[in-house]
């Protein structure tokens, strides 16, 4: 779920940038199919995060190709790929004013 100030143009973002397949429920709320994901839970001392704060990530097989997909279609991204450990990590914009991470694992899926 996401909360923003700028939801109609976020709901837009995830269908016509993201690629997102999804269903209106009505008066424009897309619900948006998520074929795949995965849960993980980070330790916080509450400088990075507060304790019960939820965070979004999408991950892909190639991040390069995946940047220059994305950023042909107008997506903004707001740092360089950095390797992380556990994956190539890099954050794009999205409307409501805040970011997500897209990432690709090293980890087998």
Do not use: N
Request: some cysteine; charged content about 25%.
């Amino acid at each position: 779920m996401f909360y923003s100030s700028q939801a109609h143009e976020l709901r837009e973002f995830l269908r016509d940038k993201l690629g997102f397949r999804g269903t209106d429920v009505g008066h424009g709320w897309l619900i948006f199919d998520a074929p795949e994901a995965d849960i993980g839970v980070h330790p916080t001392d509450g400088k990075e995060a507060p304790s019960g704060t939820a965070d979004i990530s999408f991950y892909c097989d190639d991040i390069g190709q995946t940047v220059r997909e994305l950023q042909a279609r107008g997506v903004e991204f707001t740092q360089e790929v950095e390797d992380h450990g556990y994956g190539l990590v890099t954050f794009f914009k999205v409307p409501g004013g805040f970011k997500v991470q897209l990432y690709q694992p090293k980890y087998a899926k």
